[in-house]
């Protein structure tokens, strides 16, 4: 009797023992993912809708290959002033999807937060737009950027070399930790990263980043569509041409207010946009709580109208020390070590094509020898991101393609 009496309580010391293990199972703690969630399935059919109905783009039908899962993300960035902060994002993830490589998306220049990533509650949204990039066969990482999501309580720094860099390299390894924690496989060794517009130099500003930096992942691929990378270059067209139509008079009225709030220029917004444009724009115009109809809607079609007189003067004069200072501050002038693919339409009326024919030369002054660019012709700044994201989705098809190859 003796000897069951110790052979139970032993057997209740190893439950006991056992059971102390399980509670003390620790959870992965990890440094950039603070929280996630599902948010919705996007069908292939859904898929076609838009692109093939709605954009009447026929070509992408060809890249729409799985459904796609897309999660919102919280994970932890700096703020523009160096402080933590919490930002948010989207991670798609392909339906059985065989060996899905990684992809950074940077999205355009958008006005409402509803069009953010991890917002996405419109119609076209950055995610609904972005999301054929996974339905062809990859894993996309789509930041907010500090202003929209979370932090959507602040301004977006629109165009701002720094926080566009950082936000998108968190969110990557934010994004490697979700993959981590959902035990989800990918392939290769590398992510390639992509962005249009605003998105465009904010890729570049994240291979800069990458390449120059330590980062556990360098770019493969990196294509980028109607930048403006020398913002000074850029400035000083836009205001010597200010009699001359614009393609979107109200990127740069968004462009103008951002500086004038990152660097806390003394004068007031009066001095720079006309009545009753100043009062719109510091009434929160760019708030992100308007459309992008909304926006257009109450701004005029010409700078002209836009700018103050004064303003134009000083500027061409040279009196204008604070804002070319900032905008200098700005000038994105890296070429990558990686692929680079370029493509800019030759009548884009927001983007000088000047800013791509420039970084071309720059590569060639390098001795660099993966550079495709290709210039569209007639092809104005709305209408470039189609042949942009086609050539990029080929692009990324083939390079998948041999992978699986050599796999």
């Known amino acids: 009797m003796k000897y069951f009496k110790w052979q139970a309580l032993f057997l209740l010391l190893l439950l006991t023992l056992s059971c102390s293990d399980n509670n003390n199972i620790e959870e992965p703690v990890f440094e950039y993912l603070v929280s996630e969630d599902f948010n919705r399935t996007i069908t292939q059919s859904s898929m076609e809708f838009f692109w093939v109905t709605l954009a009447g783009q026929p070509d992408a039908a060809s890249y729409i290959n799985h459904d796609v899962d897309v999660y919102r993300i919280v994970y932890q960035t700096e703020d523009i002033n160096g402080n933590s902060v919490e930002a948010s994002g989207a991670v798609i993830v392909p339906v059985d999807a065989s060996q899905p490589g990684l992809l950074s998306i940077q999205h355009a220049t958008i006005f409402s937060n509803a069009e953010a990533p991890s917002v996405d509650a419109t119609q076209n949204s950055a995610t609904t737009r972005k999301s054929i990039f996974a339905s062809a066969g990859n894993i996309v990482f789509l930041p907010d950027y500090l202003g929209y999501g979370v932090t959507s309580n602040q301004p977006h720094p629109y165009q701002h070399q720094e926080t566009l860099a950082s936000a998108s390299f968190d969110m990557i390894l934010a994004g490697l930790e979700f993959l981590e924690a959902n035990e989800i496989e990918w392939s290769g060794n590398t ?82 946009f006309n009545s009753p ?40 004069s040279g009196e204008e020390d604070e804002l070319e200072s900032a905008v200098a501050e700005n000038d994105l002038l890296y070429v990558p070590n990686a692929e680079v693919l370029l493509v800019h339409g030759d009548s884009d009326g927001v983007a000088p094509i000047f800013n791509s024919d420039d970084f071309e030369d720059r590569a060639m002054q390098s001795g660099k020898t993966n550079l495709t660019y290709i210039r569209p012709e007639g092809v104005n700044h709305t209408e470039g991101i189609f042949p942009w994201g086609l050539e990029t989705l080929g692009r990324l098809d083939s390079a998948s393609k041999q992978l699986l190859t050599q796999n």
């Open 277 to 316: 444009y100043d009062e719109r724009i510091s009434d929160g115009l760019f708030d992100g709580s308007q459309s992008s109809a909304q926006v257009v809607s109450q701004l005029p079609e010409s700078l002209t109208e836009l700018f103050t007189e004064s303003f134009i003067e000083r500027y061409l």
């Open 191 to 272: 992510i390639d990263l992509i962005g249009y517009s605003e998105g465009a130099y904010a890729t570049l500003a994240l291979a800069e980043k990458m390449e120059t930096g330590p980062s556990p992942l360098q770019p493969g691929l990196i294509s980028m569509g109607a930048p403006i990378f020398d913002l000074s270059s850029t400035m000083d067209y836009v205001i010597n041409n200010v009699d001359q139509p614009a393609e979107c008079v109200a990127c740069y009225a968004y462009f103008l207010q951002s500086y004038h709030d990152i660097y806390s220029f003394p004068r007031p917004l009066s001095d720079y």
